[in-house]
């Protein structure tokens, strides 16, 4: 047993560095430690027990431990990746390394973040002393669409992102081609910043849920529900504008696309809102029959919810996989929109799966009646 401190300090901001085979993510990854702003920071470099060579870019000391000239501290993983991030802790608390201010992993080419975020949100203790700050996807600005077309593990990794970051931007010659990937990744992932490699580190690693001391910083610019929606009001248009298209001439010109992007299709994000506040109790069976029931296919669940025994301190919600849990109770709204919001991002599950269950929980009735406008304003009626 450690000798637990009275208060628990403020959890250490955690960052997911991913991106397919290739992308950038090293060089990045150089750039960004050169910087003042990652002074303290340690680097875990996700190997999964494959061999890598990624460590091998960066100068090796002892163990695995680098120390870096921008007093960076890297370390590079084989084997587990919890019992690493307690290590860490440990050594920490024990004043054998310096006390870093933020942990950034960096995955393999392949890897689907997700389980990374799952290890770290499940575990009882990381989960607190870790806040996980984000996912940064690094996509080859010139090779990237042809990756997402092959790879599912890319669409993923674009899709579960906080922010996608452009790489190899001077290789850029055809500029209508980068057009098209950036309009392709605000679709696949609305709520994501896209910036280029050479964006301000700041902005790359920070900008989540959480500020470099661990503290609570912007609930609506993590959450980006009115870019969710608005993404989902235009895919409604673009897939009605198809359908009369279609109809008219029995073909589907220009729109090979559709095609080639079947991957992004599978994975989709949405929003589910409501006005009025959810008990504890409600909110958790729901989240609980969602995550038995649907699990795998929840790449990401981020959510504001107000609950009805406390509406003024909105809970925080942040979940991925089989796991969702609440990781602030917020001191007040961030802004006058007090609606419960939760966005979706999910692989192949229709958000109707999701919506249903949510109106069952809340007591509303199906949406596609026609009167459930009206009727959802007074749920009790509908209550046998
Ligand atoms: N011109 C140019 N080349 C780049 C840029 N970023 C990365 N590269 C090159 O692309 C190749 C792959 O870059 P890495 O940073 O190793 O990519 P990675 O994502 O870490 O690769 P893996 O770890 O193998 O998945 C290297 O040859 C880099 O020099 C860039 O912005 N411009």
């Not at 235009?234 to 010109?253: I, M, T, V």
Request: aromatic share 4%; hydrophobic share 40%; glycine share 6%.
């Amino acid at each position: 047993m450690t000798n637990a401190p009275m208060t628990p300090p403020p959890p250490i901001p955690l960052t997911i560095l991913t991106g397919f085979l290739g992308a950038g993510k090293t060089t990045l990854l150089n750039r960004m430690l050169k910087s003042p702003a990652l002074q303290d920071t340690v680097v875990i470099i996700n190997e999964f027990g494959e061999i890598g060579l990624d460590h091998l870019l960066v100068e090796t000391v002892d163990e695995g431990m680098v120390l870096l000239s921008a007093g960076c501290l890297c370390c590079s993983v084989r084997g587990d990746l919890i019992a690493t991030l307690e290590d860490l802790l440990r050594k920490r608390d024990n004043g054998r390394i310096m006390p870093f201010r933020r942990v950034i992993i960096e995955t393999t080419g392949l890897a689907d973040p997700a389980p990374i975020l799952h290890a770290v949100l499940y575990h009882p203790y990381l989960s607190m002393r870790y806040a996980v700050e984000g996912v940064v996807t690094v996509i080859d600005a010139v090779n990237g669409a042809l990756t997402l077309d092959l790879h599912r593990e890319a669409v993923k990794q674009a899709a579960v992102a906080e922010r996608i970051v452009l790489a190899k931007m001077d290789l850029v010659q055809d500029r209508t081609s980068l057009r098209d990937l950036r309009e392709r990744l605000r679709q696949l992932n609305p709520g994501a910043a896209i910036l280029e490699a050479d964006a301000p580190v700041e902005d790359i690693v920070a900008g989540g849920l959480f500020d470099l001391d661990g503290k609570i910083a912007d609930v609506a610019g993590w959450l980006k529900t009115e870019a969710v929606e608005e993404a989902e009001r235009l895919s409604h248009a673009h897939q009605h504008a198809h359908h009369h298209h279609d109809d008219h001439d029995g073909h589907d010109h220009g729109h090979r696309h559709h095609d080639v992007n079947r991957h992004d299709e599978r994975i989709r994000a949405f929003c589910l809102t409501s006005n009025q506040p959810v008990r504890q109790g409600t909110l958790d069976m729901f989240l609980d029959l969602l995550r038995s029931s649907q699990g795998a296919k929840l790449l990401r669940v981020k959510g504001l919810v107000a609950l009805a025994e406390d509406p003024e301190h909105p809970v925080v919600i942040h979940g991925v996989q089989h796991v969702i849990h609440v990781p602030a109770i917020l001191p007040r709204w961030p802004s006058e929109d007090r609606r419960s919001r939760i966005v979706f991002i999910v692989d192949d599950l229709e958000r109707e799966t999701v919506e249903k269950l949510w109106n069952a929980f809340l007591g509303r009735p199906a949406v596609d009646q026609p009167d459930a406008a009206a009727l959802s304003d007074n749920p009790l009626s509908l209550r046998r």
